[in-house]
């Protein structure tokens, strides 16, 4: 059984009222606040309703971790993956990869599949418009904790906030952060569509010094702690991974090369404390909870508030003997 925290079932409460006068809604809550478990619980109430659910993900760990959520509240959802071979158009509640389900869109609705509540995690990430815009009479419920797109207000109406960041840490759901700033000059990195372009921002990281400087401030600041480092691209975070090695440090590293049961060992390792420090690119920035957690090392630089706060959420998880969290 799931209990749920106040603000949780605050947020349910005013879902619902929303629902009477809006049919897409935004869910924002922060990072470790439990956005899943709130979403799941809208899809129980319209699971026994008899409400036909479709829910959509954009990881295969945030896929993972909806498929436990929904579990837990006695539904057996279809799961919709690369290699699955059949599908039920009347199944109560369906969960599926985004660019899978976009791949299936006209073969679904040749066959009249037509949900009734589209659930969508990550919502501010582009990819899920068409997904609204090929289910058009379904009311949406979009969970974000970072509500940053020029698009969005083209899809939703409303939104449901109803706690931040310093309630969350001031409650105990979240810890503080104690940060560290490196100071570099960025000068000679083009902006490309408002970010940082990626490589020239890897031609800046891929140095010598910059490389050994990330290694000399873990060992001066979190020797030992457990740490996740977000690297510009696959090939600074292999280089970074192979560093931390070469200076005696247990690392590992994940990316979008790394096989996703290899992905899954390495993260299950790394929450177990099999080792300190693991590197990644684009891969923990969605859907990895690993609580015990103590420190993230932005070895990236990004104009993206979105990207910035789902990085740092990774640290922000309360954990035994954890007052706060350390971002370099």
Sequence with gaps: MIILRTYQDESIQLLRESFKKHKRILL????????????????KMAYDKGTQVLIAT????????????????????????ANTKSFSKDAPVTICMVETLTRRIKTWKDI??????????????????????AFPLASCIGATATPINKR?????????????????????FL??????????????????????????????????????????????????????????SIEHANKMNKEFNDAGIHSEVVTSETHPDERKKIFSDFDAGHFPVLNNCSIATFGVDIPSLRVVIMNRATKSTALWLQCLGRGSRPYPGKTHFTCL
């Design 112 to 133: 009249s599949y037509s949900p009734k509540l589209l659930i969508i995690d990550e919502a501010h990430l582009g990819n899920f418009f068409k997904l609204i815009d």
């Design 175 to 232: 810890c503080k952060c104690k940060g560290f700033m490196m100071q570099d000059d960025f000068s000679d990195v083009k902006i490309t569509r408002g970010d940082y372009d990626e490589k020239q921002l890897f031609k800046h990281f891929d140095t010598k010094v910059l490389y050994k400087g990330v290694v000399d401030k873990y060992k001066e600041k979190c020797m030992g702690e457990k740490t996740l480092v977000f690297n510009v």
């Design 28 to 43: 924002v809550q922060p990072t470790g606040s439990g956005k899943t478990i709130v979403f799941s619980q809208m899809v």
């Design 152 to 172: 969005l207000c083209l899809y939703y109406t409303d939104i449901v906030q109803n706690i931040d960041v310093a309630e969350l840490v001031e409650q105990g």
């Design 58 to 81: 954009n990881r295969v760990e945030l896929f993972s971790q909806t498929l436990k959520v929904i579990s837990q509240h006695g539904i057996n959802p279809q799961i919709v993956t």
